[in-house]
């Protein structure tokens, strides 16, 4: 049976670095606490009037050319974001019509939070495997620093842009690409990381604009720690559920959100810190576009040969998590 694969992948960063020097000057913070409790050293920030949709259509033009594809090869579009251009349309048909993918595409977004690449990595494979779409092109991305609450130390200090995408389709070689995920939800924790205001359930008003409550708020020592239990959960079901133990793969790409989250996963798998990708500290946490980036940078920098086994691992607003095994 033909399996699904990743054909190719790209990244894209915007050029603006903003450091935690930087940031001190901003709110009551130091470059000290944010290393510290973080990992964090600087984040990108998206130029004025780069849209998310402009951040991803440069990690899905370098996507195709590491796949050896043409714009116009591609079916299926599917963007995991939590900050899209606008509400409506989805992101994923303005990359549509800014790349050229032809209109008998199927176009949409998907919203896990940062466990979005993971969600949007089966729903893709799961409709390539089923023969309807070819070529699939598939994208996380965020501009979080249009919705950080600039002035709350708690949270802006954590997040960043950019874009990571992937080309998946069918391969006939035996073992390779996604072996399977593993994904789930805590609904009853939404309001540990949200966004409050804006939607229809209490729409934005001048008052509610002047407070910032259209901006993330998160209570972080709660995230923390469910963050720690979920990823860790979602590792070993998927572990078992496929007959493998963890010292099998070769490298875990973890959700990058904070250092301190990625180490206790180490500790809690046995798996040494060499086996974690991480690149938490140039980027901070880009929420859908983290996993993507940080694998197209595995790939290029010669972590992630032929025949390895590697895992993905996440966890978001939601509260979602997800894995994944894929086999390259
Ligand atoms: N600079 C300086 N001090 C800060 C600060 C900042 N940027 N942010 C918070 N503080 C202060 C707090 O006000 C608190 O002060 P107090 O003790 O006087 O009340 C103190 O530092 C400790 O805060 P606390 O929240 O207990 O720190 P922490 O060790 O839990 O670390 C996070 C905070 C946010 C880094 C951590 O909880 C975290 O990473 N949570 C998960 C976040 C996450 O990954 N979210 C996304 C999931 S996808």
Redesign the pocket.
Known sequence: MPSTVILGTGSYAPERILSNAELSKM????DE??RT??GIRERRIAAPGEATSDMAVQAAKRALLDAGLKADEIDLVVVATVTPDMLMPSCACLVQHKLGVPTSAACFDLNA??SGFVYALDTVCAMVASGRYKKALLIGVEKLSAVVDWQD??TC??FGDGAGAAVVGLSSEEGKGLIGTRLGSFGEGAEL?HIPRGGTSAPSTPESIAARDHCIR?K??E??KL?VRAMDEAARDILEQYHFRADQISLVIP?Q??L??IEALSEYLELPMERFFVNVERYG?T?AASIPLALDEARRTGRIKSGDLTMLVA???GLTYGSALVRW
């Open positions: 709110v009551d913070t130091s606490w944010i409790r973080s939070a940062c130390r708690t200090v954590l990381l998160m972080g020592k995230v923390f963050a959700h959100a904070n301190r989250i946490n929420s966890f978001g607003a």
